[in-house]
T-cell receptor, first 112, second 109 residues
């Protein structure tokens, strides 16, 4: 692994289903982030984590949850997907909160 | 006023020409600024940080104007490979980043 990986690359999901997007980094960065990117709206922060064991809400947290059990992993869960959650999801990390962020390749999610 | 505002374009630029665009930000207390590049269907990648004194990296020059609250990016001698969306990023007081919607640049042969 080099940098940040995300899985799956893309997914089609039925509304109401539960889904976990995975994110792993090998840079030993303290901070990690989840964004969604929608046409015309730019990148919006969903949740973030300052360090392992702590998480915080971003601009658009409703319908999403995260956990940070260790430094490397930061999964994003949609408990019951809705069509408005159709988006491209990017995970990012930085050495400390607020510094230069490095992004994963993204997950393209379609909720029908 | 939006937190970070960019003209989406597209900016159609002949190959070899110079293109410049600005980004305005609303929070006068912002301290750190960045330009990210995003290729179609790819993740954003850091292009350069923007320092108070301005900075240059090859054909790319970034400037900060605190009085008017904008940052700028200039690309000289445009290459086809410069076609991308350039995202303006401003660090908020809570240590989170605010992203603009991007300036789309299309370099035309």
């Amino acid at each position: 692994i080099a940098g940040i990986t995300q899985a799956p690359t893309s997914q089609i999901l039925a509304a109401g289903r539960r889904m976990t997007l995975r994110c792993t980094q090998d840079m030993r960065h303290n901070a990690m982030y989840w964004y969604r990117q929608d046409l015309g709206l730019g990148l919006r922060l969903i949740h973030y984590s300052n360090t392992a064991g702590t998480t915080g809400k971003g601009e658009v947290p409703d319908g999403y949850s995260v956990s940070r059990a260790n430094t490397d992993d930061f999964p994003l869960t949609l408990a019951s997907a809705v069509p408005s959650q159709t988006s491209v999801y990017f995970c990012a990390s930085s050495e400390v909160l607020g510094e230069t962020q490095y992004f994963g390749p993204g997950t393209r999610l379609l909720v029908l | 006023r939006k937190e970070v505002e960019q003209d989406p374009g597209p900016f159609n630029v002949p190959e070899g020409a110079t293109v410049a665009f600005n980004c305005t930000y609303s929070n006068s207390a912002s301290q750190s600024f960045f330009w990210y590049r995003q290729d179609c269907r790819k993740e954003p990648k850091l292009l350069m940080s923007v320092y108070s004194s301005g900075n240059e990296d090859g054909r790319f020059t970034a400037q900060l104007n605190r009085a008017s609250q904008y940052i700028s990016l200039l690309i000289r001698d445009s290459k086809l490979s410069d076609s991308a969306t350039y995202l303006c990023v401003v660090k908020r007081g809570n240590n989170r980043l605010a992203f603009g919607k991007g300036n789309q640049v299309v370099v035309i042969p």
